[in-house]
């Protein structure tokens, strides 16, 4: 399905190398100033070509809102968000009419369906994430407007370059308070003051290199990026299948290239005992009622508890690369897969607004 959500209902629509992409978006609330600028931001931090880092692919991805507003103010109907399509080469992909590529979705939309697009991978383009990134950037505005939640990802890691903490995480099974102070202090701007959008100089530094390093290999590679939401109100989610922490996971592994999900402690808490894991209740200084510690990452049973609530996505490395590969025709016979096009070396650093889009939309939904 194209859709996501019941109340905040988001269906995405287009292909990689179509005439547009966009979506529509049901149950934004009559009465909230909204025009394009308010969307455009996510949608340019999201978009190609926007350093040496990513796709050569030329495309401004402009936002026009179709429908669902009038002088600048939601009525309550449906939004329309349309991006033109401007720099399509669809003749770049004539070889995986022959070849499926290793690891896309090639050869399972066609086992699917009985026919795949002929250009891009179709569906299984990033280029779909727009119509998220543009309805997301709308919760979000809700969000903040309404609650003040405030929602901000970084790159964690790509390769085995690696932020402190996670080394910590990797190497030590451990959550340092530091951590926590710097996740209640994070802001997009210094996420956006460098390209790899990684908030620590000496990791940014070494994820360019990678980056660069697998660019000139005509690879690719994998990272993480990390999301916190602050400000949520208590009480969101429901008890056995809709937890909050389920809804979110159902959320980021639909981002194309996902292929892991750890939410609060994650992985590094199977290694701690119950003492050590368990956040005790206090008082806090401004008089709030919550947690000494948070490696329930700010839910518990499946409910918001009013702390910051925190997890980490996967994603593997681009599946498209530019490097001759051996592979297998649809008629089975042995060859080479010569990809043209223009690709990202790592995705990692514009998932950074999908991941908090998504996030947008489960809080908002």
């Known amino acids: 399905m194209s859709s996501f959500g019941k109340i905040y209902r988001v269906t995405t629509y287009g292909e990689s190398h179509c005439k547009g992409v966009g979506c ?48 600048g103010v939601t009525l309550g109907t449906p939004i329309g ?13 004539s070889e995986t009419d022959v070849f499926p590529r290793p690891s896309h979705a090639d050869y399972t939309y066609l086992e699917k369906y009985g026919v795949k697009a002929s250009s891009g991978g179709g569906r299984a383009s990033a280029r779909e994430t727009i119509g998220r990134v543009a309805a997301g950037a709308i919760a979000e505005k809700y969000l903040k407007d309404a609650l003040g939640v405030d929602i901000v990802a970084f790159t964690s890691s790509v390769g085995k370059a690696a932020m402190p903490f996670i080394r910590d995480l990797q190497e030590n099974d451990t959550v340092k308070p530091e ?10 701007p210094t996420v956006d003051a460098d390209i790899t959008r990684c908030p620590h100089a000496e990791t940014a530094e070494q994820i360019k290199e990678v980056i660069l390093k697998k660019a000139e290999e005509k690879d690719s590679v994998g990272g993480t990026v990390t999301c916190v939401i602050r400000n949520c109100p208590v009480g969101l989610g429901e008890p056995c299948f809709d937890k909050l922490e389920a809804l979110l996971a159902h959320a980021m592994l639909s981002i194309p290239a996902t292929k892991g999900f750890e939410f609060g402690s994650g992985f590094c808490g199977t290694t701690m005992a119950g003492s050590q894991h368990n956040d005790p209740f206090v008082k806090k200084n401004d008089g709030s009622f919550g947690t000494k510690t948070n490696f329930s990452g700010g839910v518990q049973g499946g409910i918001t508890n009013g702390e910051n609530i925190y997890f980490r996505v996967a994603f593997k490395p681009a599946a498209t690369i530019s490097r001759d590969q051996e592979t297998t025709s649809y008629d089975g016979v042995v060859g080479t897969l010569a990809t043209r096009g223009r690709h990202d070396p790592s995705v990692v650093p514009r998932a950074v607004p999908i991941v908090e889009s998504m996030a947008a939309l489960v809080i908002m939904e």
Request: no cysteine.
């Open 24 to 71: 529509i978006v049901d149950g934004v609330p009559p009465g909230m100033a909204l025009t394009e600028a308010d969307i455009q931001p996510q949608l340019s931090r999201r978009r190609p070509g926007q350093s040496k880092l990513t796709t050569p692919r030329d495309e401004k991805d402009r936002v026009t809102i179709m429908s669902g507003t009038e002088f």
């Open 81 to 93: 968000l349309t991006v033109p399509n401007l720099d399509q080469r669809p003749h770049d992909y």
């Open 179 to 188: 951590f926590y102070d710097f996740l209640n202090t994070i802001d997009r």
